[in-house]
């Protein structure tokens, strides 16, 4: 933008019209000044907060008497309280108008004024809802990044906490914020981030989980790369430990980087608790997994192909409940594993309260209805439920649904070649889970490769005072958190 050109008030008005044609959320405010200076307001109506400029900014502008000269450092002067500056690129312009900036132009001053006016967020924090929490904090991400780079503040008053932001979408424009803390963070795992996030190129990018798609390693695998939270204690965990987190500006979700298998086995109410609590829950939770992905194929592959390996009086039993049973096992259970998909969708498309209530008396109801009908037998309804209880207790969303469609593939596997194409499917996800990353960090860490230093932390909770180290696969040189024995007297 040539500064020889923008003479008067309204060359500098065509020149951003021009390239906002159409925007009819376009305002443009003419004004003279008291001292009979000629100038104009130009901001995006709803984006930026019309209440500050008509209270505040408005009021001082008109109030320019005719003895003082219009400069950047006037300007600063009679809006200390807000971010000002000028410029004179038509980009920097537009990009700063879109933005929620109010942009300023005035007879006398050759370049263009860009004061921030961004409206803040009507939605205040509220109580995470994905992952829920007992004894954890109440508060949540909200839908504005810098409103959840604040959240972190509050956790880490550390000048250490380094926050860098970019651009993502040639449309949308979205604002991605990239936060790690200097001397903790992997720099490697950093520099991974930055080169995945500046490879992007697409037109928008509006959540969270369309960033998670972009960068995660393997687009192919049904397992997460890429853990999503809405909890700010999980995220400050997580920079402590050396991860980075990503926020989506108009996204109340948080990305944290690397992310292992392992991890999905933890709750962060896991440290909340006693050590021998927490490391109960997590050893329920991984029976739990267990019983979740293997316990349906294990029940059709001993039905169908190995029964002498059931004991006899349970066979006897299992045999007569299956005596006016038309299908075979493994059709039960695919048509009850799709009813339970049904209820669990309907669930969560219905309101909060009558989704529960469809689900709990859904499943009863047509439970109880196909085991009178004779469609399927009540050991197969048993060990459904069992199967669907036993998967609620993953804590991580992405990672439950993984296993869903893990215990799909055996099932299929298991009722087509028995305990062998059981063992021989679950030998391809352990071969595909070895060969996945995240971020250049091993899906398998600690046990593949093995570091026996991070298995402290793994499955059983050691007392706090002797979990003094970060996992060696993220810290980059301070793997030594800060720890003083307490002396008793």
Same mark, same amino acid.
Request: proline letters at 5%; hydrophobic letters at 45%.
């Given at each position: 933008?040539?500064?020889?050109?923008?003479?008067?008030?309204?060359?500098?008005?065509?020149?951003?019209?021009?390239?906002?044609?159409?925007?009819?959320?376009?305002?443009?405010?003419?004004?003279?000044?008291?001292?009979?200076?000629?100038?104009?307001?130009?901001?995006?109506?709803?984006?930026?907060?019309?209440?500050?400029?008509? =209270?505040?900014?408005?009021?001082?502008?008109?109030?320019?008497?005719?003895?003082?000269?219009?400069?950047?450092?006037?300007?600063?002067?009679?809006?200390?309280?807000?971010?000002?500056?000028?410029?004179?690129?038509?980009?920097?312009?537009?990009?700063?108008?879109?933005?929620?900036?109010?942009?300023?132009?005035?007879?006398?001053?050759?370049?263009?004024?860009?004061?921030?006016?961004?409206?803040?967020?009507?939605?205040?924090?509220?109580?995470?809802?994905?992952?829920?929490?007992?004894?954890?904090?109440?508060?949540?991400?909200?839908?504005?990044?810098?409103?959840?780079?604040?959240?972190?503040?509050?956790?880490?008053?550390?000048?250490?906490?380094?926050?860098?932001?970019?651009?993502?979408?040639?449309?949308?424009?979205?604002?991605?914020?990239?936060?790690?803390?200097?001397?903790?963070?992997?720099?490697?795992?950093?520099?991974?981030?930055?080169?995945?996030?500046?490879?992007?190129?697409?037109?928008?990018?509006?959540?969270?989980?369309?960033?998670?798609?972009?960068?995660?390693?393997?687009?192919?695998?049904?397992?997460?790369?890429?853990?999503?939270?809405?909890?700010?204690?999980?995220?400050?965990?997580?920079?402590?430990?050396?991860?980075?987190?990503?926020?989506?500006?108009?996204?109340?979700?948080?990305?944290?980087?690397?992310?292992?298998?392992?991890?999905?086995?933890?709750?962060?109410?896991?440290?909340? =608790?006693?050590?021998?609590?927490?490391?109960?829950?997590?050893?329920?939770?991984?029976?739990?997994?267990?019983?979740?992905?293997?316990?349906?194929?294990?029940?059709?592959?001993?039905?169908?192909?190995?029964?002498?390996?059931?004991?006899?009086?349970?066979?006897?039993?299992?045999?007569?409940?299956?005596?006016?049973?038309?299908?075979?096992?493994?059709? =039960?259970?695919?048509?009850?594993?799709?009813?339970?998909?049904?209820?669990?969708?309907?669930?969560?498309?219905?309101?909060?309260?009558?989704?529960?209530?469809?689900?709990?008396?859904?499943?009863?109801?047509?439970?109880?209805?196909?085991?009178?009908?004779?469609?399927?037998?009540?050991?197969?309804?048993?060990?459904?439920?069992?199967?669907?209880?036993?998967?609620?207790?993953?804590?991580?969303?992405?990672?439950?649904?993984?296993?869903?469609?893990?215990?799909?593939?055996?099932?299929?596997?298991?009722?087509?070649?028995?305990?062998?194409?059981?063992?021989?499917?679950?030998?391809?996800?352990?071969?595909?889970?070895?060969?996945?990353?995240?971020?250049?960090?091993?899906?398998?860490?600690?046990?593949?490769?093995?570091?026996?230093?991070?298995?402290?932390?793994?499955?059983?909770?050691?007392?706090?005072?002797?979990?003094?180290?970060?996992?060696?696969?993220?810290?980059?040189?301070?793997?030594?958190?800060?720890?003083?024995?307490?002396?008793?007297?």
């Amino acid at each position: 933008m040539h500064k020889s050109i923008l003479k008067t008030i309204e060359e500098k008005i065509e020149t951003i019209l021009d390239e906002l044609k159409n925007c009819n959320d376009l305002y443009v405010r003419r004004f003279r000044t008291i001292s009979g200076q000629n100038g104009a307001l130009l901001f995006i109506q709803g984006i930026s907060d019309e209440k500050e400029i008509n =209270e505040n900014i408005f009021p001082q502008i008109l109030r320019i008497g005719k003895e003082e000269k219009i400069t950047e450092a006037f300007l600063l002067e009679t809006f200390p309280y807000c971010q000002l500056k000028t410029s004179s690129t038509k980009n920097e312009i537009i990009d700063g108008i879109l933005t929620g900036n109010i942009v300023i132009v005035f007879e006398k001053l050759d370049t263009f004024c860009l004061l921030n006016a961004e409206k803040k967020p009507d939605r205040s924090p509220e109580s995470p809802i994905i992952e829920t929490t007992i004894k954890g904090t109440k508060e949540g991400f909200v839908d504005s990044s810098s409103v959840n780079v604040s959240i972190i503040r509050k956790y880490l008053k550390s000048p250490k906490l380094q926050i860098q932001d970019m651009k993502i979408g040639s449309l949308s424009q979205t604002k991605v914020t990239v936060l790690f803390i200097d001397g903790i963070v992997n720099q490697d795992v950093l520099e991974e981030v930055r080169q995945r996030l500046t490879s992007i190129e697409t037109d928008k990018m509006i959540s969270a989980s369309e960033l998670e798609q972009w960068t995660e390693d393997n687009m192919w695998s049904i397992f997460p790369l890429v853990r999503l939270s809405d909890r700010p204690d999980v995220a400050v965990e997580s920079l402590n430990s050396g991860k980075v987190i990503l926020f989506v500006d108009n996204s109340p979700l948080a990305l944290l980087v690397p992310f292992t298998f392992f991890e999905s086995l933890q709750n962060m109410d896991d440290y909340y =608790e006693k050590w021998y609590v927490g490391s109960m829950v997590r050893i329920v939770r991984l029976i739990a997994m267990l019983i979740s992905i293997f316990l349906p194929s294990l029940y059709v592959a001993l039905i169908h192909f190995n029964p002498e390996l059931i004991p006899s009086d349970l066979l006897v039993a299992i045999a007569h409940t299956r005596v006016k049973v038309p299908f075979p096992a493994i059709w =039960e259970l695919l048509l009850m594993e799709l009813m339970i998909e049904i209820f669990r969708e309907a669930g969560v498309r219905l309101p909060k309260p009558l989704g529960q209530t469809v689900g709990i008396v859904g499943g009863i109801v047509i439970g109880e209805a196909a085991v009178q009908a004779n469609i399927v037998g009540p050991i197969t309804l048993i060990v459904v439920g069992i199967t669907a209880m036993a998967s609620f207790s993953t804590p991580h969303y992405s990672m439950a649904f993984s296993f869903r469609l893990l215990r799909l593939l055996l099932i299929i596997g298991a009722g087509f070649f028995g305990l062998f194409g059981l063992i021989l499917g679950f030998s391809f996800v352990l071969l595909h889970l070895s060969s996945l990353k995240s971020f250049g960090v091993p899906y398998l860490v600690p046990f593949a490769p093995t570091k026996f230093r991070n298995w402290i932390d793994l499955f059983i909770l050691f007392p706090i005072r002797y979990r003094t180290m970060r996992p060696t696969y993220l810290a980059d040189k301070k793997k030594q958190r800060k720890w003083k024995p307490l002396k008793r007297g």
